[in-house]
């Protein structure tokens, strides 16, 4: 069992960076792929990025490549998501999520635990 809180969230002016954080408790985190996903009022939720267990292999998604940057820390159990240049289409609630496997995945429904959201604030 892994249990996900993010924080990092805020309000932040187009071009703009902002660096989230995602604490974990639980034995396996070090074993687990994470994700960072988002969702806009009124929008499906949406793959951000992905990181397996190791750190060794990324995945993102084509709206934030070269401006965001997923990471982990499994010492600390803690998974980092770095957004620079910030827009104000990257406004939505960021969720981070883990996976009991630890290869990277896309898919929300691939992912088994679930963190409870922090707001991101992108004005223009």
């Known amino acids: 069992q892994v249990q996900l809180v993010e924080s990092g969230g805020g309000l932040v002016q187009a071009g703009g960076s902002l660096r989230l954080s995602c604490a974990a408790s639980?034995?396996?985190?070090?074993?687990?792929?994470m994700g960072w996903f988002r969702q806009a009022p009124g929008k499906e939720r949406e793959f951000v990025a992905t990181?397996?267990?190791?750190?060794?292999?990324?995945r993102y998604a084509e709206p934030v490549k070269g401006r965001f940057t997923i990471s982990r820390d499994n010492a600390e159990k803690t998974g980092y998501l770095q957004m620079n240049s910030l827009k104000p289409e990257d406004t939505a609630v960021y969720y981070c999520?883990?996976?009991?496997?630890?290869?990277?995945?896309?898919?929300?429904?691939?992912?088994?635990?679930w963190g409870q959201g922090t707001q991101v604030t992108v004005s223009s």
């Open positions: 999520a883990a996976r009991k496997w630890g290869n990277l995945r896309d898919y929300a429904s691939d992912y088994d635990y």
């Open positions: 639980g034995r396996t985190f070090s074993s687990s792929a």
């Open positions: 990181i397996n267990w190791s750190g060794g292999s990324t």
